[in-house]
């Protein structure tokens, strides 16, 4: 399978990325804000959800990727412990709430009530795989917590 790479450059298009991204797990190291840049960083091993079942069998797999948003004037986080950089996340979404559109606040929302709040100039964030995917124990399953067993297991 290719490699995925994806632009976002409106709500519409930010709700696409949010969909690829939902239940990937990284590490609150891999979070990185770049203010001289104006640039958010997040390294994660994203669910790859355009895969699915081939043949008689299920395939389930991760890939490491990057998300990046450019146009960010502040970074703020709620409920996630910036000293704590082996910390496992979970990312369930990436939202957007205009204020003086088209700036506003980008979220990603992570499981257990933890949330990145990026103040944007505007949307524009790009999401890129780095490289060959490898299988998952399983797929995300939103009805019981076996997801943070497979996040945590498929680092």
Wanted: charged content about 25%.
């Amino acid at each position: 399978m290719e490699l995925l790479k994806l632009a976002a450059l409106d709500d519409e298009d930010l709700q696409v990325i949010s969909a690829h991204v939902q239940d990937a797990v990284l590490k609150v190291g891999d979070i990185n804000y770049l203010p001289g840049e104006g640039r958010f960083v997040i390294v994660m091993n994203r669910f790859n959800w355009e895969t699915g079942k081939q043949g008689d069998k299920k395939t389930h797999e991760r890939r490491r990727s990057v998300l990046h948003f450019d146009r960010v004037s502040a970074v703020r986080s709620i409920r996630i412990k910036q000293d704590a950089a082996e910390a496992v996340l979970e990312l369930l979404a990436v939202q957007y709430t205009p204020s003086d559109a088209p700036a506003g606040e980008v979220t990603l929302v992570f499981s257990g009530g933890g949330a990145v709040q990026l103040d944007v100039e505007c949307i524009e964030a790009q999401l890129s795989d780095l490289g060959a995917a490898w299988a998952a124990k399983s797929r995300p399953d939103h009805e019981s917590d076996t997801a943070e067993t497979d996040a945590q297991g498929s680092q």
